[in-house]
């Protein structure tokens, strides 16, 4: 168990409707980062928060968006969904946004659509 | 930060070492190596990292070689559990923000 905590672990939805993922990371964490797995993409990052403030950018589409909250958790939203955008994402977190430090991620959220 | 070629698969016996080679011919100065695993569509777990001198953990241990161009990842005595993608990742830990750049990684499968 690496203390980061995603939700929903299962999500199937259909194209065009709107979903929110959420993430809480480890205590202590202040840096959060989301992750894409499809199968024919391999791993994606996608963008990155430290203590609620937007870090660094990855491929992330324009109908994707993310934030940070005060208590550190992170929410992604994903609309006008698609059938690509079924995949895993992962979360991760780590103490800090810069440097060395090595990122623990979560168990996950396979989204479907339909 | 640099790439990383690895090996797309290899198979290890149970209670053998597992040596997992990672090519970054272009890696510089301030980039360290990385190892994270993935057993299957769990979130990647970090495994080991380096700059130059070899490491050692409980998990496993990270050898660099002196030109820093080539690493190898050791599980001492692998076990079925073991069995994972095993991704070598090379990144700088000053000017990046710490997102991780995942390549393809080595199938790893450990047999009875």
């Known amino acids: 168990d690496s203390g980061v905590t995603q939700t929903p672990k299962h999500l199937i939805t259909a194209t065009g409707q709107r979903v929110t993922l959420r993430c809480s990371p480890r205590?202590?964490?202040?840096?959060v980062y989301w992750y894409q797995q499809s199968l024919d993409q391999g791993l994606q990052f996608l963008i990155q928060?430290?203590?609620?403030?937007?870090?660094a950018k990855g491929n992330i589409l324009e109908r994707f968006s993310a934030q940070q909250f005060p208590d550190l958790h992170s929410e992604l939203n994903l609309s006008s969904l698609e059938l690509g955008d079924s995949a895993l994402y992962f979360c991760?977190?780590?103490?800090?946004?810069?440097?060395?430090?090595?990122?623990?991620f979560g168990p996950g959220t396979r989204l479907t659509v339909l | 930060d640099a790439k990383t070629t690895q090996p797309p698969s290899m198979d290890c016996a149970e209670g053998r070492a597992a040596n997992l080679p990672c090519n970054h011919s272009t890696i510089s100065g301030n980039e360290y190596v990385y190892w994270y695993r993935q057993i299957h569509s769990q979130g990647p777990q970090y495994i080991i990292h380096?700059?130059?001198n070899n490491e050692t953990n409980e998990m496993a241990s990270l050898i660099i070689t002196e030109d820093r161009k080539s690493s190898t990842l050791i599980l001492p005595h692998a076990t079925l559990r073991d069995t994972a993608v095993y991704y070598c990742?090379?990144?700088?830990?000053?000017?990046?923000?710490?997102?991780?750049?995942f390549g393809a990684g080595t199938q790893v499968v450990v047999t009875p």
């Open positions: 205590s202590g964490d202040l840096s």
């Open positions: 990742i090379v990144r700088t830990t000053t000017d990046s923000w710490g997102k991780l750049q």
């Open positions: 928060y430290y203590n609620g403030e937007e870090r």
């Open positions: 380096g700059l130059k």
């Open positions: 991760a977190s780590s103490v800090e946004g810069q440097g060395g430090n090595e990122q623990f």
